[in-house]
């Protein structure tokens, strides 16, 4: 927090219904320093992707707002790079022209030879660099997210935005994915918002875990500092009691302090991710 | 299934439906003659394979004998400019079957240059969608016998040249084609746009990419499959509404041989009819699997099941 590099302060946004506006979040304020990893958690519905997309600048948010190195924020743009949670690669292009898009469009002076060396080394990163002329639909989802995560990156973003981006994998891929992600954050440095449902993966990445209280009118609730060592190994911290205690933080405020009682409608609408938190949670 | 039944079964529809024709037919008469069975049928589209050749002869000695006597004045007179006159014979079936695909396709054609980018316009904003869907809704009903001598009248006071590059008729009909076959095209575009994924439009934003990209690099490939669609069924539509354009216009298609048959009423007529219709079912049928080809080829899903 020593220098203001990302900032969000007094940010709310109401949801216009047929009954009057909704207020999804109110008050919500952070400050993000350079090359922090911050982890966004909640119950489903609490407005956790509503803030993604509020600092990606997919939604224009109702009262206060974001500044970017000093600059607010208005409209999105490559500078905060989203990573998608379905991989939203587009279906008919390579791999590698999924890839190449995304250089060619934000990065117009590279010449021909640097924009493919810029491809490959984003997919080096990512260790997709076998797959370059496979479609989406011919990689696992594993992959597709990998795909994505190289898009991302190639667009050399100030804030890399990651939209639950291991949701939808199984459990194995998923800590590959994260193991490669905390290489890849170790060796850049980028700064990144994650939301996650998943307690283990949130202790394991951020630097501090921004837990968020149940909507409507959701907001902050706590901010944990996360103070483990770097670089972190999933299978020695199985057993370390301090990670533990983070765990044991996170899932106190989780069920305890905002404890989610839902109604059927709610359920119904929020029963896929729901799904995979109770799995998380187990 | 396995293969046999599978080309067996349509073999068995097939001779099901020929001795059910032969059946029924011998029981209707007509003030033409009995209605043509399958071997009435047979024999008239040999005998029209044959009035084709031999028209085409006839057409190749006529331009032999033009070239000969052009010859021979000019070896009389060396000044002579020949002249060669072309062939007037009455085109034939096969004569009519080019035209009608020719018309079509130009009607096609027109409707599909139209149709996609309001469609894509469409799809893209919605006040252009609820501006044009009124219009949409009640033109797209229409058939195309009442749009037809609206356009006859047009074309004739439009279309005003001393040296026509094409006949009126032709453009009456690719124009009534055009406007009965626009409409399929238009909506599935627009239902295709409208329906990309989110996502695919948020990776845009955050792209940034200018309104042309936008539309080249995320919309018009995210919307192909739907675009499609709606080109067969537009054609599908083009070349039913065009046999009927061509009757009433007298451009000379199956439409004008279905007609021409019909006014001449001889024995053999019921017969010619027939073999028209059968071969405008098969050409129709052709055309939606040539699209259907296109589509494979273009199309980034290929786990789609198209059929």
């Known amino acids: ?282 | 299934m396995s293969t046999i039944p599978k080309l067996l079964m349509p073999v068995v529809g097939l001779l099901l439906f020929l001795a059910l024709w032969n059946g029924v037919a011998k029981t209707i008469d007509t003030s033409l003659g009995q209605f043509p069975g399958p071997a009435q049928v047979w024999e008239q589209s040999l005998t029209l394979i044959n009035e084709h050749i031999a028209q085409r002869d006839k057409a190749s000695d006529f331009y032999a004998r033009q070239e000969e006597r052009n010859a021979e004045r000019l070896a009389k007179d060396p000044s002579f400019e020949p002249k060669i006159r072309p062939f007037t014979g009455a085109p034939t079936f096969f004569d009519q079957i080019w035209t009608s695909l020719y018309t079509v396709m130009v009607g096609f054609v027109i409707a599909s240059i139209v149709a996609v980018p309001v469609g894509i316009l469409c799809g893209l904003s919605r006040s252009a969608y609820s501006a044009m869907n009124p219009l949409i809704q009640i033109f797209k009903p229409v058939s195309p016998l009442a749009w037809l001598p609206l356009v006859t009248m047009v074309v004739s006071a439009v279309y005003v040249s001393e040296d026509p590059m094409f006949s009126k008729s032709f453009i009456t009909s690719a124009f009534t084609v055009s406007l009965c076959c626009l409409w399929p095209t238009l909506i599935n575009t627009a239902v295709g746009v409208s329906n990309i994924d989110s996502d695919l439009v948020n990776v845009s934003k955050v792209l940034r990419l200018k309104p042309l990209s936008h539309v080249q690099k995320i919309v018009l490939p995210a919307s192909i499959p739907m675009i499609f669609t709606g080109l067969r069924l537009s054609l599908g539509i083009g070349w039913m509404v065009l046999i009927a354009a061509e009757m009433l216009a007298q451009n000379p298609g199956l439409g004008k041989f279905v007609w021409d048959e019909f006014q001449n009423g001889s024995s053999e007529s019921l017969a010619r009819i027939m073999v028209a219709v059968i071969t405008i079912g098969i050409i129709g049928f052709l055309l939606d699997r040539l699209m259907l080809s296109v589509q494979r080829l273009v199309s980034w899903d290929k786990n789609a099941v198209l059929r």
């Open chain 1, 1 to 282: 927090m020593q220098s203001k590099h990302l900032e969000l302060s007094q940010v709310g946004i109401d949801f216009p219904t047929p009954k009057g506006p909704f207020t999804a979040l109110t008050d919500v304020n952070l400050k993000i320093a350079k090359g922090e990893f911050i982890s966004l958690i909640g119950h489903s519905g609490c407005g956790k992707s509503t803030v993604l997309n509020i600092v990606a600048g997919l939604h224009t948010a109702t009262t206060g707002g974001v500044i970017l190195d000093g600059s607010e924020v208005r409209e999105p743009g490559p500078e905060r790079a989203v990573v998608f949670q379905n991989h939203s690669l587009l279906p008919w292009l390579s791999v590698y022209k999924n890839v190449e898009l995304a250089v060619k469009q934000t990065q117009k002076n590279k010449s021909k030879k640097e924009i493919r060396e810029w491809v490959m080394h984003n997919l080096e990163l990512v260790h997709m660099t076998h797959a370059l002329e496979k479609l989406p639909s011919e990689i696992s989802g594993g992959m597709k997210q990998r795909v994505g995560i190289a898009r991302a990156l190639a667009m050399e973003p100030k804030v890399l935005l990651m939209d639950e981006p291991f949701g939808a994998l199984d459990a194995l891929t998923r800590a590959h994915l994260q193991d490669s992600l905390m290489e890849i954050h170790a060796e850049l440095g980028n700064t990144v918002i994650m939301i996650t449902h998943d307690v283990d993966e949130a202790v394991l990445l951020s630097d501090r875990i921004v837990m968020m209280t149940n909507g409507p009118s959701a907001t902050i609730g706590e901010v944990l500092d996360v103070k483990l060592a770097r670089p972190r190994d999933r299978l020695a911290l199985a057993d370390n009691p301090e990670y533990n205690h983070y765990r044991h933080e996170v899932l106190t405020f989780l069920y305890e302090k905002q404890k989610k009682v839902e109604t059927v409608s709610s359920r119904q609408s929020a029963k896929k991710s729901s799904d995979s938190k109770k799995s998380n949670a187990a």
